[in-house]
């Protein structure tokens, strides 16, 4: 079986999984109104870990399917990228960069940095994942929906999108094959200029000798140096913000994105909750937590009862 064929058949069990809960963790549900409004402001802290959770279980559904058995077996990487690699009789390795997303979130907070250069055998796939808690602020883990983009997409419309020579440039980590494994770089950097009009005005007309595609990105080794004139001859800084996935506008991450917001779960839209989740106006919270989890104050209801009942029997 060759490479494509393994990303093509990871993919359709990949896709089935929306809906599927993993067992990993379980967040109890909220003993009172108030402690579910505390949840609602922290649940997002959760994503981190949960993340590593559905890439290390996502390893283990993968080798689950029957049909890999005798080709061969997906491993986690920790480090090292992508995530999930297929270790076979299949040359270039498949393999999956796993990015999880809470849609609770303000945005897909994942990064992706890797050059595009690491990418041009098409052997490296990025699956988006959205999850929820079941019970929207409580439960387990519950995958949402999954969109799977060829990598070398996703690093080309990055590159596409930030670069723009002077005011920002990409540049590519370079040859570093000769050092050891854990001092090796593939990321890439973005970089702001910093310096003042008149400078702008002279990094300008360098980019402009460049000639009609000097803008246009790329990572042959003459581009990347005429890059690093320009960093060094002007002031820069490293954007801290580089390469969310949020921020890319590739079309499928965008397509993405906009389907999970308008998912059904438990009666709203996840765009409607997020809105009802966001409201300054606690009562909102705690009235729609209520209506659709009844999420109660058990305590103060066990009390109003036996107040009834002493009622009722005095009277």
């Known amino acids: 079986m060759r490479t494509e064929q393994i990303i093509e058949l990871a993919s359709i069990y990949l896709a089935e999984l ?12 909220p003993v009172s109104p108030d402690a579910a409004l505390n949840l609602v402001k922290i649940i997002s802290k959760l994503s981190p870990m949960v993340g590593n959770l559905i890439e290390f279980n996502t390893c283990e559904y993968l080798n689950d399917q029957a049909a890999f058995t005798n080709l ?3 491993i986690r990487q920790d480090p090292g990228f992508p995530d999930t690699v297929f270790i076979g009789n299949v040359t270039p390795t ?16 994942a990064r992706f940095k890797d050059s595009q250069s690491h ?6 796939y990025v699956a988006l994942m959205a999850w929820l808690p079941e019970n929207l602020i409580f439960g387990r883990p519950t995958i949402i929906d999954i969109e799977i983009i060829p990598a070398f997409t996703i690093a080309k419309a990055r590159d596409d999108h930030y670069h723009n020579p002077p005011s920002y440039v990409v540049l590519e980590p ?16 973005g ?21 009609p595609d000097g803008t246009t990105y790329r990572t042959d080794v003459d581009y990347q140096a005429k890059l690093q004139q320009l960093i060094y001859k002007f002031p820069y800084r490293v954007d801290t913000n580089f390469a969310k996935m ?16 308008q998912t059904l779960f438990h009666g709203r839209t996840i ?28 305590g103060r209801d066990v009390v109003k009862e036996d107040s009834s009942e002493q009622s009722l029997g005095n009277g």
């Open 119 to 124: 990418f041009l055998l098409n052997n490296t």
């Open 94 to 109: 498949p393999g999956f960069e796993i990015k999880a997303w809470f849609p609770l979130a303000t945005e897909i907070t």
């Open 72 to 74: 061969g077996r997906w």
């Open 271 to 298: 765009s409607d909750w997020n809105r009802v989740l966001s409201s300054s106006y606690a009562q909102v919270i705690k009235d729609a937590l209520n209506q659709t989890f009844d999420v109660r104050d058990i």
């Open 18 to 29: 929306p809906g599927h809960e993993f067992d990993v963790l379980e967040v109890a549900k």
């Open 174 to 189: 370079g040859d570093t094959s000769l050092r050891t494994i854990n001092l090796q770089q593939t990321n890439t950097n």
């Open 246 to 261: 949020d921020r890319i506008q590739h079309p499928a991450i965008e397509a993405f994105k906009s389907r999970v917001g």
């Open 191 to 211: 970089l702001r200029f910093q310096g003042d009009v008149n400078l702008l005005l002279e990094a300008e007309a360098i980019v402009a000798s460049w000639g």
